[in-house]
């Protein structure tokens, strides 16, 4: 059974619940009494079309939105569906997107706190979010050209790859897991502690006390900006093309870099490399 809406607006409980395939343009679903307007629907496909209730898609096969927006009364929006592709959509409600399999969103704005958590199979590109504990406890990620704003993004994360992003957040990647970052810049405090495999790629650091009790971090090319007691009790292995302000009680591997401001070991077991090498200034190459 397939049931086509248009133009209308829809305010009652459970309005099409259960229904296998709902086609929906132009049209509300808001009200006091329209909670769970789609719940347990096989296919959804919808354009233009505005949720300002709570709980409107969970436990769906096949969802497709285009140029729709949700709320910020609309919480907890995407719940428990799977194969589910988010265009040119606004993603306002808390928690909106939730226990998903196979996402792909593009175009987006998102303001959602705890937005995407335990997903599995996401492929974010070309969009902007905000929000405390973003992608938190998700997996199979590929993430590109993403603007990030917010606390505690992507902690616990496995098996992601980040490309061309920027990341202005408070302790993100904190017990991430076989995840690599490419030529993004990541701007905030306590970058990345008690990871493992986590490899940045021609990026910018900036912030204090990043990368602590890491197993395996790998840097590349990067630019250490504006930081300061990195690296502590981790296992670390990077090459700098700029100055690190100072490098705290690594414990494994090996740091290159151009210029260190302090080498600070306090630790007998800080024993990592530390080797100064100018011509790993960006813009040279160390043959």
């Not at 436990?59 to 927006?69: A, F, K, Q």
């Not at 303001?111 to 992608?135: I, K, M, P, Q």
């Not at 940045?200 to 840097?219: A, D, E, Q, R, S």
């Amino acid at each position: 059974m397939t049931e086509k809406i248009a133009n209308k607006t829809v305010d009652e409980n459970r309005a099409l619940y259960g229904v296998e395939h709902v086609i929906a343009e132009n049209c509300k679903f808001e009200g006091d009494n329209a909670e769970s307007a789609l719940k347990e629907c096989g296919v959804v496909e919808a354009k233009d079309c505005r949720f300002d209730s709570s709980y409107p898609l969970w436990h769906g096969r096949v969802i497709t939105l285009e140029d729709c927006e949700f709320t910020a009364k609309c919480r907890a929006a995407l719940w428990y569906s799977q194969n589910i592709g988010l265009v040119n959509t606004k993603l306002h409600g808390t928690k909106a997107l939730r226990e998903c399999k196979n996402t792909v969103i593009r175009d987006c704005d998102i303001d959602s706190s705890e937005f995407g958590w335990s997903l599995n199979g996401v492929r974010l590109t070309d969009s902007t979010a905000s929000g405390e504990y973003f992608l938190a406890r998700s997996k199979n990620l590929a993430i590109r050209r993403l603007s990030f704003k917010g606390k505690y993004c992507m902690q616990y994360i496995k098996d992601a790859i980040i490309i061309d992003c920027t990341l202005n957040t408070t302790a993100a990647l904190w017990h991430s897991k076989n995840v690599t970052l490419e030529n993004c810049v990541i701007v905030g405090e306590y970058l990345g502690w008690y990871s493992k495999n986590l490899t940045f790629k021609n990026c910018t650091i900036i912030g204090t006390k990043p990368l602590c009790y890491c197993k395996n971090v790998k840097l590349v090319d990067c630019i250490m900006q504006d930081v300061d007691c990195a690296f502590e009790r981790s296992e670390v292995y990077a090459v700098l093309r700029g100055k690190i302000d100072s490098i705290l009680n690594p414990t494994k591997g090996v740091v290159k870099a151009p210029e260190v401001g302090s080498i600070i070991r306090t630790d007998p077991y800080a024993r990592c490399k530390v080797l100064i090498d100018p011509y790993l200034l960006r813009g040279f190459r160390n043959d």
